[in-house]
């Protein structure tokens, strides 16, 4: 059984893998740079994902390897020297680390958002922070750990008041494909998602879309296929930031997998997985020794502690006895364990898909039942605890 | 017929088409990062790398999404304020565009070593440039144009009495799964290349070896599945460089076509493509409105132009009429051509593979053959000079 989609979608649709079948055997090469009439899928892919996401410009769709790549190019490539910028507790490393970085190199300062024990932040929060030098606002449209989605339409339309010299940037990698996102609603200048967890393509392709007023400094510079003539990287967007040679069965595998999801429905997929979480926590929460983090959730996730027990033993268990995958430990998020918990140890995840079954989730509960009821005899056995959490407390910038 | 090679090698092997059918079949999803046992097929394919290359640590092998972002990461992240480089002619876009952005930013210094007409550089010519703030030497290994390869070797053995002060970058996309490297004999720092050409694997996957002494500051940094807990970017390779959910099908394709090169030998492969150049070119030179700038070498490249007519129109002639995929231009490689030829519009590329029968290379030489002869009537169509060609003498820093 596999529970964890949150990190990469299993398994992918079938047209997917027949697409992919098909590229081995036509004569294509290098087809994305020679051949218009074949290079087509890319831009169509482009125009799927723009319509998705509800933007105007195709073109200002760019293709990155994923989402870490994507949040790198934009966080490094648009703030400068002495920028102020507003994040939260629920973002991922990929966030954390590159900010962590400027702060060093530029001298940026961080105002992190706490969120309550679900994940979720409070959009005032944001505006409560906003200073004179305020040039970027980051936030994790989706928890990766709980599954809380935020309000990001909310938190648009009130920074709309700063006639745009406020930037607003809104990491997708967990929500694109499992709900609509409507850009024209939201307003973001930067949406940046990745291809392999709800887009369903596959694992190495990843993207963004930019706002056509905005040029970043390119985190990687080089052959372009065209204008090989200029020393200089070339202006145009998506050219600009698409150096060397992409992922194109990537991008392949989006184009299939992006019309699927719009036959199946976001809408469907969200009332689907909210269903399936609402079910699944129902069940988990009478059981005394656990302590549940996620509420209902268009994501699919179910995370929780058992009193007494490191996570990655409840994993071990899964897999051992139900050949279960499931992610235990802190996801590469680790700010937001420390509103939810004060396990060191993270926590364990659960995470479905529209195709996980209900007999599946059966099976989950019935046997996380019987650990409920012989934990006394697993808890015995600890690990020493081996380093502190880590705090926003202790990296905030005032 | 297939003559791009070069650019995106096609066909690729029957075994990698059969482990990319097999992996959707299989229950992986972020098998990379979840389990030791199929996780093991990444450290697997590091250590059939690192012996591909001759280099003692698989864990020195660091993969990207292509050889770009594998030199973006080293040029950018080993290169200090005011360093100087030496280059070559024969450079990639990749190089050239990320060294001339660092004249601007870093103040950095680069002097570029000329090649004869076939693409050669003299290694002397390299020792006389070297000065006392020389950190960098950057050395294609063969040119993407002319197939002309380096005598990396020697300029290795050269560098050997600078005790490693001076670090020696060797890129080796177009070389790598077309001739032996042996790093034990060339003692390069870094080793640049990529999966697309001739290491038969898939696009959008890519890598460096890195020397354990050196340490670069990463590229991007983020999730890294593991030491979560750290706000910055662990200090362990490859993890330091690996930041996000990699092309692990680009992995699954490399780990099986270097088992397929390797079964065929390298030296087979090499004598092969030495065989069929020397063949193509002994055929074209005896046209009278032909300029070659090829070699015998054991890239498959044969490059050249028709007198008084425009490259690209060569390539669109070949397409039109044999259904054959060539490059025209500059490929990405614009300063090489100042040596080779007056043509503002590049040349003709046609590249081959192991694959390549001879029958398809008859055909097109009896293409070019009957071409040759219509010359007069077809190079009367010509296109305005719109841009002039780059040139290393105006980019020199003395």
Not at 203 to 215: K, R
Not at 286 to 301: A, H, R, T, V
């Amino acid at each position: 059984m596999y529970f964890d989609n949150a990190a990469t979608s299993y398994p992918k649709p079938q047209v997917v893998k027949q697409a992919v079948i098909d590229f081995f055997n036509e004569e294509n090469g290098s087809f994305q740079r020679t051949d218009t009439e074949n290079s087509d899928f890319i831009f169509k892919t482009r125009e799927k994902i723009a319509r998705l996401l509800n933007v105007e410009s195709p073109s200002n769709i760019v293709f990155t390897s994923n989402s870490t790549e994507s949040l790198n190019m934009i966080i490094q490539g648009f703030l400068k020297k002495g920028n102020h910028v507003i994040t939260t507790a629920t973002e991922h490393n990929s966030v954390i680390r590159p900010l962590i970085r400027l702060r060093k190199e530029k001298m940026i300062k961080i105002s992190w958002i706490e969120c309550n024990r679900n994940g979720l932040i409070k959009p005032s929060d944001i505006m409560k922070n906003i200073r004179d030098n305020t040039t970027l606002i980051i936030v994790n449209h989706g928890s990766n750990v709980t599954g809380q989605v935020q309000d990001i339409e909310q938190i648009g339309n009130m920074l709309k008041k700063y006639g745009g010299k406020i930037k607003f940037l809104v990491d997708i990698s967990q929500t694109a494909g499992h709900i609509k996102i409507d850009n024209s609603k939201i307003g973001a200048d930067f949406l940046a998602f990745t291809g392999h967890k709800a887009l369903l393509g596959l694992p190495g392709i990843g993207g963004f879309y930019i706002n056509p007023e905005i040029d970043l400094t390119p985190l990687k510079v080089g052959g372009t296929g065209v204008l090989s003539e200029l020393l200089e990287q070339p202006k145009a967007v998506p050219l600009r930031y698409e150096s060397g040679t992409m992922n194109t069965i990537g991008i392949l595998s989006l184009y299939h997998s992006i019309d699927y999801l719009n036959s199946l429905t976001l809408d469907k997929i969200e009332s689907q997985l909210k269903q399936k979480t609402k079910y699944f926590i129902d069940r988990l929460s009478k059981l005394d020794n656990f302590e549940i983090y996620s509420l209902e959730n268009p994501l699919g996730i179910v995370s929780f502690n058992v009193k007494g027990i490191v996570p990655s033993r409840i994993s071990h268990f899964l897999l051992k006895d139900l050949n279960l995958k499931s992610r235990s430990g802190l996801h590469c998020a680790p700010f937001i364990h420390e509103f939810l918990h004060k396990n060191p140890f993270g926590c364990v995840r659960l995470s479905m898909s529209y195709d996980t079954t209900n007999d599946e989730i059966d099976t989950v509960c019935n046997y996380l039942e019987r650990l409920n009821e012989n934990v006394a005899v697993i808890q015995n056995i600890k690990l020493p605890k081996i380093y502190e959490m880590p705090s926003i407390r202790k990296v905030e910038d005032r």
